[in-house]
T-cell receptor, first 117, second 111 residues
Framework: GAVVSQHPSRVICKSGTSVKIECRSL??????MFWYRQFPKKSLMLMATSNEGSKATYEQGVEKDKFLINHASLTLSTLTVTSAHPEDSSFYICSARDWLAGTFEQFFGPGTRLTVL | SQQGEEDPQALSIQEGENATMNCSYKTSINNLQWYRQNSGRGLVHLILIRSNEREKHSGRLRVTLDTSKKSSSLLITASRAADTASYFCATLIQGAQKLVFGQGTRLTINP
């Protein structure tokens, strides 16, 4: 199956700093990527839909100035958590859809655990 | 917003037994998918069932879909300790391109 990678897998930062998380589709092109957030023992909450070459579409309640998303190529989307605070600590997961395959299947990255001190 | 409701929230069974998890949703869907997540890890896609399908099999997995009741079930037969994980259903809502996840079922297989 298609592979999606995330980097870093784990990051610890100080409050007030910005953190960038990368999501890459390794063996397919993804016009659309999705960013999710997951709290411990909870489900995935969709944060935003990222389309290559255009602005991301954010879900209600997600601050777009706080969570900057860039999808500059068909294989890379980035999520930047700006001025991170302890409440931003969470597990962030991206997914990508292989548009050439013509299916609705999404492939998920392994996730990035963010801890803000 | 999350539209999927899963039950049970947690399930603990003995190895070798069958495990059944249920998922209900609220709006019209294009398809429904089941995923597995091991603790602290990413999601693994298990099976996709389209809205015009009623049942699908993949190895020890059997998924049913009842669009009239807006519900689906995932059956894992002959469970193994390695099946211990959280299982999520996700629906692709008609007219939208995003997946909406259920709350998940935490499955524990006791050796």
């Amino acid at each position: 199956g298609a592979v999606v990678s995330q980097h870093p897998s784990r990051v610890i930062c100080k409050s007030g700093t910005s953190v960038k998380i990368e999501c890459r589709s390794l063996d397919f092109q993804a016009t659309t990527m999705f960013w999710y957030r997951q709290f411990p023992k909870k489900s995935l909450m969709l944060m935003a839909t990222s389309n290559e070459g255009s602005k991301a579409t954010y879900e209600q309640g997600v601050e777009k100035d706080k969570f900057l998303i860039n999808h500059a190529s068909l294989t890379l989307s980035t999520l930047t958590v700006t001025s991170a605070h302890p409440e931003d600590s969470s597990f962030y997961i991206c997914s990508a859809r292989d548009w050439l395959a013509g299916t609705f299947e999404q492939f998920f990255g392994p996730g990035t655990r963010l801890t803000v001190l | 917003s999350q539209q999927g409701e899963e039950d049970p929230q947690a399930l603990s069974i003995q190895e070798g037994e069958n495990a059944t998890m249920n998922c209900s949703y609220k709006t019209s869907i294009n398809n429904l998918q089941w995923y597995r997540q091991n603790s602290g890890r990413g999601l693994v896609h298990l099976i996709l069932i389209r809205s015009n399908e009623r049942e699908k099999h993949s190895g020890r997995l059997r998924v049913t879909l009842d669009t009239s009741k807006k519900s689906s079930s995932l059956l894992i037969t002959a469970s193994r300790a390695a099946d211990t994980a959280s299982y999520f259903c996700a629906t692709l809502i008609q007219g939208a391109q995003k997946l909406v996840f259920g709350q998940g079922t935490r499955l524990t297989i006791n050796p």
